[in-house]
């Protein structure tokens, strides 16, 4: 496990970290460049000690400002990879990996060499040197490397930048794995939503220095009712629209907009004591009041991934919100496509590959958008 606190300036940044990461899982530090990230890591490093704080790795504690204790980076037993893999150049695969270890040339180091390129599907390639080898192979050994020595804990800066998406998602799993099975607490820092969803146990957006939201990958990352968490986070579709009419008995109101109408889940105003209850204030007052001194104005956020296309109006389908719309646009999306559909606002929808070929979508082609009201989500500034 790790866990601590770390406050730090430079300039006129300022940053302010804590964390607490359970053995064998993972939590992501998602933010912007400059947000602090790779500045945090190096701090749990030792490579940057910072004005006040304690750390903690693997229950030991390698930092604190108060009593004085600071571990140096190469006693703290952390596994650091970035997107340079630096692999030593003069070195084969082999050797690479083993330099952490104490007993690389020992029968013990060797097993444990040959295990790892076993692991991580390296076999065979022990005695090429770096420069044979492909950018998802060297970042495969750089892991490695960093894995041979069992570290206590795991840092890993945006490692998987440089590489292809299919690659990407090949090297996320393998390693999503190898950090449960061997127990290591990981902190990784990314910008890729998608990384964060696949990999994180925990998720921490970062904003110039601090943590404005963090939780459960999807709480966080799925519907972010913070307009500044929204932006970072990338919410595909946002429309900006007024409140028509409340319906507290299902828990939903009606949101307006040019060109647009959406059945949303109720705000808190709305969402007071009436609600599941009869109305108590009629439906016509509400349409009154968006003449009046009272008109709310609201962002409403659907993801791309919760709207479903169909060729044809689901007429008796659950669904709270229907739109027809024609295709303004496709763009692949790995492992997908996102269809553009002018609804009267244009809405993005991820689908997949298949759905994409069975349904033989293209420019001009009539579709129904289709989602539920609890796909909405009310976004505040
Ligand atoms: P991230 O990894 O989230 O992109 P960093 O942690 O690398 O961000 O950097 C955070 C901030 O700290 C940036 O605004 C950067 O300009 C600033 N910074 C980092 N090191 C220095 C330094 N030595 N001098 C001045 N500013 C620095
Ligand atoms: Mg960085």
């Given at each position: 496990m790790s866990r601590g606190w770390a406050n730090y300036s430079v300039g006129d940044f300022t940053l302010e970290a804590s964390w607490d990461i359970e053995p064998g899982q993972v939590t992501a530090l998602f933010g912007?460049?400059?947000?602090g990230k790779s500045t945090t890591l190096r701090i749990i490093a030792g490579l940057v000690q910072p004005m006040a704080g304690y750390i903690e790795i693997g229950s030991r504690v390698v930092f604190d400002g108060n009593g004085g204790v600071f571990v140096p980076a190469h006693r703290r037993r952390t596994g650091y990879l970035t997107q340079?893999?630096?692999?030593?150049?003069?070195?084969?695969v082999g050797a690479n990996i083993a330099?952490?270890?104490?007993?690389?040339?020992s029968a013990a180091g060797q097993a444990r060499v040959q295990l790892l390129l076993r692991t991580l599907q390296?076999?065979?390639?022990?005695?090429?040197?770096?420069?044979?080898?492909?950018g998802g192979q060297q970042q495969r050994v750089a892991l490695a490397r960093a894995m041979a020595p069992a570290p206590a804990m795991l840092l890993l800066d945006e490692?998987?930048?440089?590489?292809d998406a299919e690659l990407r998602r090949v090297l996320r799993s393998e390693l999503r794995t190898m950090v449960v099975q061997s127990g290591i607490p990981t902190m990784l820092v990314t910008h890729d939503r998608e990384e964060a969803l696949a990999m994180a146990d925990w998720v921490q957006v970062i904003d110039e220095g601090r943590v404005i939201s963090e939780g459960e990958p999807l709480d966080v990352l799925g519907q972010p009712g913070r307009g500044r968490v929204a932006r970072l986070v990338g919410v595909e579709n946002q429309f900006d629209l007024v409140i028509e009419s409340h319906n507290p008995k299902d828990g939903t109101m009606i949101c307006m907009g040019e060109g647009i109408r959406l059945e949303v889940p109720l705000d808190q105003e709305g969402a007071s004591p009436e609600f599941g209850t009869a109305?108590?204030?009629?439906i016509e007052s509400d349409a009154a009041r968006i003449n009046g001194d009272s008109l709310r104005r609201v962002t409403v956020g659907i993801r791309a991934s919760d709207i479903i296309l169909s060729s044809r109006d689901l007429q008796g389908?659950?669904?709270r919100n229907r739109l027809q719309g024609v295709v303004s646009g496709v763009e692949a999306h790995p492992p997908g496509y996102t269809v553009s559909l002018d609804c009267g606002r244009t809405l993005q929808c991820h689908i997949t590959g298949a759905a994409m070929a069975e349904m033989s979508i293209k420019p001009g082609q009539e579709l129904w958008a289709v989602f539920k009201a609890s796909s909405c989500f009310l976004i505040q500034d």
């Open positions: 912007q460049s400059g947000a340079q893999f630096h692999l030593f150049p003069h070195l084969r330099y952490g270890l104490a007993d690389g040339r390296l076999e065979g390639l022990e005695d090429r040197y770096p420069w044979e080898l492909s490692p998987f930048n440089s590489l109305p108590r204030v009629p389908s659950s669904a």
